[in-house]
């Protein structure tokens, strides 16, 4: 466990004084905020709360130490909970893999759409999919789902369930993607989803490689080139639905 911590009686706070180094600037961010450790209320809050807690916890495990290094016993420590708690809800590593997996693959759907809410409908928001998903890609969710995807290879009970629920969210972007790209005017679907998948993929390659050299603004500079691909191929497209 990283970082001084500190408890006060059995159900008091538990704090950080120190935040652990994570995996981006982005991610830094998000977890520089006390851990609240006491939980009250009717049974079924406390232990959706708990859940959650729990959940949150494992992403601050795989962002900070990767996937090897998440252990059921790590994430107890730092969710301030008993073994019983964590057994209880998430009988193995696993379980516990794929709930955050699913939870996480929701937050950055979110972080999309709250992202996108402001700007117009259109060529904009069309537009505007790329660099909003690359945002969401640098957050502690991301980076914990990409962690459980490089998992997934080493680990057979692992590999055998996450793929239903990354295809799911990639199912979600590409019907978003195509929704968006109607709009616009284009009609070739076959290459926006090829858009997608190729977005996808390198915004994964960069969030790695992010998280070993820590140059944000060369990330910066190549999603730059992968927003003006995206801006010729839109034109080449609108251009073919005209003809």
Same mark, same amino acid.
């Given at each position: 466990m990283t970082g001084n911590t500190k408890m006060t009686g059995k159900r008091g706070v538990r704090t950080r004084s120190a935040t652990p180094k994570s995996a981006t600037p982005k991610a830094a961010a998000e977890k520089a905020r006390p851990n609240v450790v006491a939980i009250r209320g009717p049974h079924a809050e406390r232990t959706a709360a708990m859940r959650k807690r729990l959940i949150e916890a494992a992403i601050e495990c795989l962002t900070d130490l990767g996937y090897g290094a998440t252990t059921l016993q790590e994430v107890t420590d730092r969710a301030g909970a008993s073994r019983g708690a964590i057994l209880h809800h998430f009988p193995s590593k696993v379980d516990l893999m794929i709930a955050v997996a699913e939870y996480a693959a929701g937050k950055q759907d979110r972080q999309v759409a709250r992202l996108l809410a402001d700007t117009e409908p259109g060529m904009d928001r069309f537009l505007g999919i790329t660099m909003a998903t690359w945002?969401? $890609?640098?957050?502690?969710?991301? *980076?914990?789902?990409? #962690? *459980? $995807? $490089?998992?997934?290879?080493?680990?057979?009970?692992?590999?055998?369930?996450?793929?239903?629920?990354?295809?799911?969210? #990639?199912?979600?972007?590409?019907?978003?993607?195509?929704?968006? +790209?109607?709009?616009?005017? *284009?009609?070739?679907?076959?290459?926006? #989803?090829? $858009?997608?998948?190729?977005? %996808?993929?390198? =915004?994964?390659?960069?969030?790695?490689?992010? =998280?070993?050299?820590?140059?944000?603004?060369?990330? %910066?500079? +190549?999603? &730059?080139?992968?927003? %003006?691909?995206? =801006?010729?191929?839109?034109?080449?497209? *609108?251009? &073919?639905?005209?003809?």
């Open positions: 945002d969401a $890609m640098q957050r502690p969710p991301a *980076i914990a789902l990409l #962690e *459980i $995807m $490089m998992g997934s290879r080493s680990d057979a009970e692992l590999g055998a369930r996450f793929p239903p629920v990354i295809d799911a969210l #990639e199912k979600r972007q590409r019907e978003g993607v195509w929704e968006q +790209a109607q709009s616009v005017g *284009i009609t070739d679907k076959a290459q926006i #989803e090829a $858009m997608t998948w190729l977005h %996808n993929a390198a =915004m994964r390659g960069l969030a790695m490689e992010l =998280m070993f050299a820590r140059d944000l603004p060369k990330a %910066n500079a +190549a999603m &730059k080139l992968l927003k %003006n691909y995206k =801006m010729w191929l839109t034109s080449q497209l *609108i251009a &073919k639905a005209s003809d």
